[in-house]
């Protein structure tokens, strides 16, 4: 599939806070939640951009701030080239037939009142819109082309299952052909067989219609299956990003080793003698983040200027982003990380998900993860 080179996403020193109140009669603001803390990301048309990091680094209200389900507290965000940031809802009305979202939990998602031509009819509804042939005929094909009966119209979302009820979801997404839609950790919450179906119809729907997908998930494995590039983020901040292909074989920040490092091996006896790379203690709190560099107070590369000089997001290389003073390279780790080495192994076909009810889906080949045998961390 070839890259169209116009953004269709682009964000500028985005800053989401959240205000801490006290306690009392009068509440007062005594601090700042830095849920983001000054990102900046572009997509292209049809391409997919991986979004990973640990819990707590701010990649899901990066993703709702994005779309403006979040209100920024600084920044702009340009959606085809249409700066959205201070739209009033009504104004967003008609953003939201460009851009969509794929909620994570698949079961609250989902209106448990309305049957599932109701749902999957939503967008038409709201935005005005009758489509050639009708809503209905619209929403029978949609049902379709994501692995539904069209049966199912009538039935509610408590007679399916998660794997089904995320298929509904992109459904309800992909109705109005958005040009971006914002995937936040869209099969953490399946099981890996239904994981890899739901990858597939993804990749799929790309191809068809040549949606940009922002990809927000914490499982490196699946990151690097559908994206065309990875952003790393840490407590509100941009680590490192560049192609898939770099990040998986000469990542450059130290975090970005840490996280990769952290997948398992299916191997049971590789897995038993890899060292790994542990960083000590918790996610620092974004009420009151490190001085410098956020990430020094866990960073095996640490010095004294990490904790005096914030690391601006430079590019050392075409499309290729760090934001550490002391980047590192595989040689450079006292006992070498052969990140490289991701490949993908077969799979059997997967057993029927209850969404999968016209028994096509067999899923893509799942992935195997980094063999990598990285070092302890260094204090």
Do not use: W
Not at 78 to 104: C, N, W
Not at 152 to 178: K, V
Not at 216 to 240: C, F, N, P, T, W
Not at 243 to 249: A, G, P, Q, T
Request: hydrophobic share 40%; glycine share 8%; proline share 9%.
């Amino acid at each position: 599939m070839t890259l169209e080179t116009r953004d269709i996403l682009n964000v500028t020193n985005l800053h989401t806070y959240f205000p801490v109140k006290s306690r009392g009669i009068i509440p007062r603001t005594i601090g700042q939640v830095k849920a983001v803390d000054g990102i900046d990301l572009q997509l292209a048309s049809g391409e997919t951009l991986g979004l990973v990091g640990e819990s707590g680094s701010g990649k899901t209200t990066a993703a709702r701030t994005i779309l403006l389900l979040v209100r920024p507290t600084e920044g702009h965000i340009e959606i085809d080239g249409q700066d959205v940031t201070g739209f009033s809802t009504k104004a967003l009305l008609p953003v939201r037939r460009k851009a969509q979202m794929i909620f994570q939990d698949p079961y609250n998602a989902l209106n448990p009142r309305h049957t599932v031509g109701s749902i999957i009819a939503a967008p038409f509804r709201v935005q005005g819109v009758t489509p050639p042939g009708g809503v209905k005929n619209s929403v029978l094909d949609l049902m379709e082309r994501v692995g539904l009966n069209p049966e199912h119209y009538n039935r509610y979302p408590n007679e399916f299952s998660g794997g089904q009820r995320q298929r509904i979801g992109i459904a309800r997404a992909i109705a109005l052909r958005p040009k971006l839609i914002v995937c936040d950790e869209p099969v953490s919450a399946l099981d890996v067989s239904i994981q890899a179906q739901i990858i597939n119809l993804l990749r799929d729907l790309q191809q068809e219609f040549g949606v940009a997908y922002l990809f927000v998930a914490h499982d490196l494995a699946v990151v690097k299956q559908i994206s065309h590039r990875v952003a790393v983020m840490y407590l509100g901040h941009i680590m490192e990003t560049a192609s898939r292909e770099v990040i998986y074989s000469a990542p450059l920040h130290p975090y970005t080793h840490s996280l990769l490092s952290a997948v398992p091996i299916p191997d049971p006896k590789q897995q038993r003698h890899r060292t790994r790379i542990v960083l000590q203690g918790d996610l620092p709190s974004p009420i009151d983040p490190p001085s410098g560099c956020v990430f020094r107070t866990r960073c095996f590369q640490a010095q004294e200027k990490c904790a005096v000089e914030v690391p601006p997001l430079v590019e050392i290389a075409p499309g290729h982003k760090v934001a550490c003073h002391f980047p590192i390279e595989t040689k450079d780790l006292p006992a070498r990380v052969e990140v490289e080495d991701v490949e993908f192994q077969e799979e059997a076909p997967a057993v029927e998900d209850g969404g999968a009810v016209n028994g096509k889906d067999s899923g893509p080949p799942v992935p195997t993860v980094p063999a990598s045998s990285p070092h302890k961390a260094r204090r």
